[in-house]
T-cell receptor, first 117, second 115 residues
Framework: AQTVTQSQPEMSVQEAETVTLSCTYDTSESNYYLFWYKQPPSRQMILVIRQEAYKQQNATENRFSVNFQKAAKSFSLKISDSQLGDTAMYFCAFMKHPNTNAGKSTFGDGTTLTVKP | DGGITQSPKYLFRKEGQNVTLSCEQNLNHDAMYWYRQDPGQGLRLIYYSQIVNDFQKGDIAEGYSVSREKKESFPLTVTSAQKNPTAFYLC??????????????FGPGTRLTVL
């Protein structure tokens, strides 16, 4: 079974600064996907960024980027130029190839990020 | 607009009652999921379904039941057998395709409180 570990329950950052959230996972699979989801105070979960394990290049989406280290099974999220709207709980998630596992994802326990003005 | 709707947003239940949480999607997704989220914790999978008229238990299925009579709908019933049902419930769906877009899409959630 896969496990996902987020070792930072809470973090804070000053507005406009950069913050990195950590995530490690354990799997014997070679083909899989990794995700970061954001859950703001409204509790509506949305996708932040996706990484395919077969891609060596780290994914980026505007101010969000990841550092994917496949051998180390590490998948950290970097938020640049933090904004007040980034305040949320962030979940790291692992998914095997969707055809093999009904698209199920394993989620970490989350990191609560507070952006301070 | 395509998306997932959940109703009601807030639900209060007396002990011993069964309640049903609604989840509907118009994304034409094959798979649907129910999660439970407790304060400060991650998502735990209750049930999931890949196809109409078929569903499987997740990690914490005891005290819950589901049905999948239509592709668009995946209601969750919280039965009186669930010992501690007060929680936030999230419904999600996904396309099961091996392409971008195979992430899970979530509804806005239902907050269930047992009185």
């Amino acid at each position: 079974a896969q496990t996902v570990t987020q070792s930072q329950p809470e973090m804070s950052v000053q507005e406009a600064e950069t913050v990195t959230l950590s995530c490690t996972y354990d799997t014997s699979e070679s083909n899989y996907y990794l995700f970061w989801y954001k859950q703001p105070p409204s509790r509506q979960m949305i996708l932040v960024i996706r990484q395919e394990a077969y891609k060596q290049q780290n994914a980026t989406e505007n101010r969000f980027s990841v550092n994917f280290q496949k051998a180390a099974k590490s998948f950290s999220l970097k938020i640049s130029d933090s904004q007040l709207g980034d305040t949320a709980m962030y979940f790291c998630a692992f998914m095997k190839h969707p055809n093999t596992n009904a698209g199920k994802s394993t989620f970490g326990d989350g990191t609560t990020l507070t952006v301070k003005p | 607009d395509g998306g997932i709707t959940q109703s009601p947003k807030y639900l209060f239940r007396k002990e011993g009652q069964n309640v049903t949480l609604s989840c509907e999607q118009n994304l034409n997704h094959d798979a649907m999921y129910w999660y439970r989220q407790d304060p400060g914790q991650g998502l735990r999978l209750i049930y999931y379904s890949q196809i109409v008229n078929d569903f499987q238990k997740g990690d914490i299925a005891e005290g819950y039941s589901v049905s999948r009579e239509k592709k668009e709908s995946f209601p969750l019933t919280v039965t009186s057998a669930q010992k501690n049902p007060t929680a936030f419930y999230l419904c999600a769906s996904s396309s099961l395709r091996d392409t971008p877009g195979n992430e899970q899409f979530f509804g806005p959630g239902t907050r269930l409180t047992v009185l």
